[in-house]
Structures are given as structure tokens and as C-alpha cells.
């Protein structure tokens, strides 16, 4: 075989971002509707998420273990960029851009939140209404979350863009056009599921 | 009329460099305008009386020349902050002081003149020919359809200017990406009748190794930037596109019908 890591591990990066992490991140967004709906049924829903069978093995495999590789692989590619989006200021160069500065961001965003939850649970805590009322009843913390929802649905929708380019999906211009507004559509719709999701918390 | 021709004068900023390992700095010349000039005709006239805006004499600057009609890419550099050829860039038509500028991505040489082997060397990684070499006459080729034939020629445009690497956010020092211009390559070989009988060796040679056809991060400058208005992100799509099969064919197995 020949020594194609770098083609493997490019095309990895990009499949898992869509196929593990994108599902992911459009289950997670979806029961977070629940909240919109009330205390109860949000409640009922985060049982039902935590009581799925094999729940172990679905997060290991089509969260943490693509989320790890993304994120340290995605790194590596973001700062092996050098921008120049100021002599260059093309809409898609502007886009490049932004993928970059938004998977950053999404990185510090899903640490805070996976350790205030995630690992929070881990340690005995429950993971329900309350506690995310709890945390957004800090003002700066509801900011944070607004802006690490739209970083992650931006990163999400711009990628949907670029693995379609990536994997020989859209080729043409038309055809590539024509996916700006389908993912920016998207961009739109998962940034106010999200955000009117975690405004419920506050009672908006 | 003639006299006050004479006064006008055309604003320039070079960034200059003595050598491959000095640092660059700036130099601003103002030289005495004619009609109809280019950037080329301007850097002349800074040979013919090197002599810079504050009056000092200096070394005339260094840069690269040849068709002057834009089809050989020599003269490539960055003017007013865009990479493009230097024989086109008409003085009239350039906002003063005119910035000029070597095109960095490659090793500046000296002043505007930079060493672009790497473009050559990338066609040659990609096989960019068609091999027909032999022992005995091969006869005539396969025909192209007309029509394929038109699409075939745009690309074979490409110059090998380098403007499409200078524009590019992935082609960096701390990157191997080989650029748009040797991936488009791969595509005209690749769809020439003779040329497609390499096609699976040519596309292997995206995929090996770093800095191939996956180190693009969709930016598309290049197809902005590119003189020839190549369609190098259709390049790289349909070679995506291309290599998704190939890997699939690499790893489950092919017969080696297409």
C-alpha cells in the first residue's frame, strides 16, 4: 500500500465531522427543544437520552473518540493556514477563514460545557433543567453559550459545504452555489433551534 | 502640452531584497511618467537611471521578463497587493504609489525575482505529459470530441505564473500543499484520450505523501486570482470527486476496467 496517511486522515477529518459529530450535534440541538416546551418535558427527555441502550459504546464511538480527532487533527489543519483574508477579501476566503476561527472556538466551547455536564455528572451531579438554569443564570455564561451554539452551527453548516466540495459531491460552480444557500439555510435554522432552546432556560 | 507631460511623474514602492537571505526593505522611486506604460516599462526605466525618489543612487532592480504578452508567467509579482503579471498591469490603470512586491510563497531570489523550480517540479510529480515514448510507432491516438477538445484547452492555459500558490492560505511555509495549478494538470491529463490511460497512476500521486490534493481548504483565491480565468476549483472538485473512487478502488480491489 501506498503511504496515503495524509489523504486518509484529511478525508477522515471531514467524514467524521458530518456523519459522527454533525448527527450528533443535530440529536443534541433537537432534545434541547424540549426545554421550549417546559421543565417536565425537558426533564423527561435528558431520562430518556441517559436511559438508551449501549449509551457507552454510542458515546464513545459517535462522540468523544470523532470529536478527539476533529478537534486535534482540525487544529493542526487550522494552524497550518496562513490567512490572508486583507489582501483577499473573497466571500469563500472569508468562509476559510472563519471555519478556522470557529472550530477554535468550538473547542473551548464543547471543553467548558463537556466539564460543567458532562464530567459534572460523572462526578454525582444530575444532569437536568435545573442545572442548566443554574449555569445560564450567570449572564456572561448565557453569552458564552449563544456564542459557542452559533461557532458550532456555523462550523457545522460551513462544513457541510466543504465536505460536499471534499468528497466530489459538488463539483461545478452552480452546483457549489447552489450548496452555499442550502448550508447557510441550515446555519439559520440549528442557530435559532439553538438558541431559542437555551433561552428557555432563562425563561424567554 | 509636452511640458506638462514632463512634470508628471508615476509614484513607486518596491520592496527589494539583496539576496536570498538578506532582509527585504523598501524603496520609493519616482520616475518620469509617458504614455501607454507598464510596470515593466516603469522597472526600465528605473534600470536606465537607477536613482531612487529621494534622489540616492541605488542598484537598478532585479525582476523577471520574457513574452511580455502574458502568456509565459515569468514576470509574475504582487502589484497593489494582488498577485499578477507585470507586462499587463498598466501603469494608467494602477492606483499610486504603486506597491510592488516579490511573490513571497516562492524564494526570493533577489528584489521581484523569485525562484518558481517548485511549479516545475510539481508537474513532474504529477506526470503531467501524456508517455508515448516506445520502441515502435504507436499510430495515431484516440480523437477527442470537439467540445471536450474547447473544455481541454482552457486548462492547458495554465502558465505556470505561480499567482494561483501566491493566493492560496494553504500554501505556506509551514506547508507541503503542492497549490491549485499542478492538481489542474491532473485533470487535463487525466481526460486526454491517450493521457487517461495513466489516469489511476496520476491520481495516486495527489494522494501520496503530504501536500497533496487534500491539503485544500476551499478558499477558491486561486480561481479569483488566476489570470487565465481556469476554472481550478472545478479542478480540484472533479479531482476530489476522482480520487474518492480511486481510494475506494485501492482499497476494496479493481478489476481495472475504468
Known amino acids: 500500500m501506498s503511504s496515503n496517511r495524509e489523504f486518509l486522515y484529511r478525508r477522515l477529518h471531514s467524514l467524521l465531522g458530518v456523519v459522527a459529530i454533525g448527527a450528533f450535534l443535530v440529536v443534541h440541538l433537537t432534545v434541547n427543544w424540549f426545554a421550549v416546551r417546559g421543565e417536565q418535558e425537558y426533564n423527561q427527555a435528558a431520562a430518556f437520552m441517559e436511559s438508551l441502550p449501549f449509551r457507552y459504546a454510542l458515546e464513545i464511538f459517535i462522540i468523544f473518540l470523532p470529536l478527539i480527532f476533529h478537534a486535534v487533527?482540525?487544529?493542526?489543519?487550522?494552524?497550518?493556514?496562513?490567512?490572508?483574508?486583507?489582501?483577499?477579501?473573497?466571500?469563500?476566503?472569508?468562509?476559510?477563514?472563519?471555519?478556522?476561527?470557529?472550530?477554535v472556538l468550538v473547542l473551548i466551547f464543547v471543553t467548558w460545557h463537556v466539564w460543567e455536564t458532562r464530567i459534572a455528572a460523572a462526578f454525582g451531579a444530575e444532569v437536568n433543567f435545573q442545572m442548566m438554569e443554574e449555569i445560564v443564570a450567570n449572564p456572561i455564561a448565557l453569552i458564552a453559550y449563544i456564542i459557542g451554539i452559533t461557532a458550532t452551527t456555523f462550523h457545522f453548516a460551513n462544513g457541510l459545504w466543504s465536505f460536499a466540495v471534499t468528497w466530489g459531491i459538488t463539483v461545478t460552480p452552480r452546483s457549489q452555489q447552489i450548496s452555499t444557500y442550502v448550508t447557510a439555510g441550515v446555519f439559520l435554522a440549528l442557530t435559532f433551534v439553538g438558541i431559542r432552546s437555551i433561552l428557555a432556560f432563562v425563561g424567554v | 502640452?509636452?511640458?506638462?507631460?514632463?512634470?508628471?511623474?508615476?509614484?513607486?514602492?518596491?520592496?527589494?531584497?539583496?539576496?536570498?537571505?538578506s532582509k527585504p526593505f523598501e524603496e520609493k522611486f519616482s520616475i518620469p511618467y509617458r504614455s501607454n506604460m507598464n510596470v515593466i516599462s516603469a522597472l526600465m526605466e528605473i534600470r536606465r537611471n537607477p536613482v531612487n525618489a529621494d534622489g540616492e543612487d541605488t542598484t537598478p532592480v532585479?525582476?523577471?521578463a520574457s513574452c511580455l504578452e502574458e502568456v509565459c508567467g515569468a514576470c509574475s509579482m504582487v502589484i497593489n497587493g494582488k498577485p499578477r503579471q507585470s507586462c499587463t498591469a498598466l501603469?494608467?490603470?494602477?492606483?499610486?504609489?504603486?506597491?510592488?512586491?516579490?511573490?513571497?510563497?516562492?524564494?526570493?531570489?533577489?528584489?521581484?525575482?523569485v525562484d518558481r523550480s517548485r511549479m516545475f517540479d510539481s508537474l513532474k510529480r504529477v506526470k503531467a505529459w501524456v508517455p508515448i515514448d516506445g520502441t515502435y510507432d504507436l499510430g495515431p491516438g484516440p480523437r477527442m470530441?470537439?467540445?471536450?477538445?474547447?473544455?481541454?484547452?482552457?486548462?492547458s492555459k495554465c502558465m505556470s505564473c505561480g499567482v494561483c500558490l501566491q493566493a492560496c492560505p494553504n500554501v505556506n511555509d509551514k506547508s507541503e500543499f503542492i497549490g491549485p495549478a499542478a492538481l489542474s494538470q491532473v485533470r487535463l491529463f487525466n481526460a486526454h484520450p491517450t493521457g487517461a490511460m495513466h489516469k489511476a497512476e496520476r491520481l495516486q500521486t495527489i494522494m501520496d505523501g503530504d501536500g497533496g490534493l487534500a491539503n485544500c481548504g476551499n478558499s477558491q483565491n486561486c480561481v479569483e486570482a488566476c489570470p487565465k480565468e481556469?476554472?481550478?476549483?472545478?479542478?480540484?472538485?472533479?479531482l476530489n470527486r476522482a480520487t474518492t473512487l480511486q481510494s475506494f478502488k485501492n482499497f476494496f480491489g479493481s478489476d481495472n476496467t475504468a
Open chain 1, 73 to 103: 487533527y482540525g487544529l493542526y489543519i487550522a494552524f497550518q493556514a496562513r490567512n490572508n483574508t486583507s489582501r483577499f477579501s473573497y466571500f469563500r476566503n472569508w468562509m476559510f477563514r472563519l471555519q478556522r476561527i470557529s472550530g
Open chain 2, 1 to 21: 502640452m509636452s511640458t506638462e507631460t514632463a512634470s508628471k511623474t508615476i509614484e513607486l514602492i518596491i520592496v527589494r531584497q539583496e539576496d536570498p537571505d
Open chain 2, 62 to 64: 532585479a525582476w523577471d
Open chain 2, 91 to 113: 501603469i494608467d490603470k494602477l492606483e499610486q504609489p504603486i506597491r510592488l512586491e516579490p511573490m513571497s510563497t516562492f524564494p526570493v531570489m533577489r528584489d521581484l525575482t
Open chain 2, 145 to 155: 470530441p470537439e467540445a471536450k477538445r474547447q473544455w481541454a484547452y482552457e486548462l
Open chain 2, 230 to 238: 481556469i476554472p481550478l476549483t472545478t479542478s480540484i472538485a472533479a
